[in-house]
């Protein structure tokens, strides 16, 4: 190993970004994320009373996550509300990423707004099984607009997104994230913090090479103590549309590789169907082969929260 591999092994390790020395600890000089660290401060927030008051009507809170990106994290994070709220739940769907949001789409209320009352913004209501939904997409003003911010932005408005939403009392709140462990993960799992994740849900495609990058967001997850509920391995083959035989499409079992190397569960494998990849979730997925593994594995979380 390099030394430059060292150094940087060793600010992960010693990484304090859940603690009162983020920012000022020696392993932070030239860190990239010094400054988020350092402004978020170690003095009390005095925002976070009505943040813990919002997030205590909600039970459960499950985090989806990927360290990849253009896994299915989105699509997946549709699925399971829309599952959950099949079964009777109230839940709510956060979408914080930021720069790429796609959940309006995949709930099919591109062209409904934020409304803004006197008890903050009220989230909009999915036609798909009354899901409660509010993501930086439905503040646009076209779905084309480009989102270019730098971190401190994104930071802001993830808190906003927090502290202002009228969400009401919920069973389940499923967050989406963007790929990777950056400032929207940093901030969300922060906020969180007194009220607690229930757990993250990981995504990977079965290639090795998607091990190597989702194991990094494993780590994330068990340097902030945030519960890892289970491992998804999507995309994990093909079914096909004549025979719903499902065939290897990408070889590796990345899912069962990092179940057993960080004796975490695997949730399940969700195979490709192009039924579903061309009609989007809005549109009769629930005769599709993807919907009986998405319901075993929303069985399997529920047993764990």
Not at 202 to 210: K, N
Request: net charge neutral; charged share 20%; aromatic share 4%.
């Amino acid at each position: 190993m390099s030394a430059a591999a060292r150094d940087l092994e060793d600010m992960v390790e010693e990484c304090p970004a859940d603690s009162n020395e983020a920012g000022w600890a020696g392993v932070c000089q030239g860190c990239p994320g010094k400054e988020l660290c350092l402004s978020q401060g170690s003095q009390p927030d005095p925002e976070q009373q009505v943040i813990d008051t919002r997030l205590g009507a909600i039970r459960h809170k499950v985090l989806v996550l990927s360290g990849k990106g253009g896994v299915g994290k989105s699509t997946m994070a549709v699925l399971l509300a829309q599952i959950l709220a099949g079964e009777g739940q109230r839940v709510g769907l956060l979408d914080v990423d930021v720069c790429g949001p796609s959940i309006p789409h995949l709930l099919g209320v591109e062209d409904q707004p934020v409304l803004d009352s006197q008890w903050g913004w009220q989230p909009v209501v999915s036609p798909l099984g009354k899901i409660k939904t509010l993501s930086v997409g439905s503040l646009l003003s076209s779905q084309s607009q480009a989102v270019v911010w730098k971190g401190p932005r994104k930071t802001a408005l993830i808190r906003r997104m927090i502290k202002d939403t009228l969400w009401g009392r919920l069973d389940t709140l499923v967050v989406d994230t963007p790929p990777g462990t950056s400032d929207e993960h940093l901030t969300i799992v922060r906020l969180l913090a007194t009220t607690r994740p229930s757990g993250a849900v990981i995504l990977t495609s079965p290639q090795r090479l998607a091990a190597g990058v989702v194991s990094r967001e494993i780590r994330f997850c068990q340097k902030m103590n945030v519960p890892v509920l289970g491992i998804i391995e999507n995309m994990s083959g093909f079914c096909c549309p004549c025979c719903s035989e499902v065939s290897e499409v990408f070889p590796g079992g990345a899912g069962a590789h990092l179940a057993e190397k960080y004796r975490v569960p695997l949730l399940g494998a969700v195979p490709l169907d192009l039924g579903l990849a061309e009609a989007g979730v809005s549109c009769g997925w629930r005769d599709s082969p993807v919907a009986q593994a998405v319901r075993d594995m929303v069985a399997k979380i529920k047993e764990k929260l």
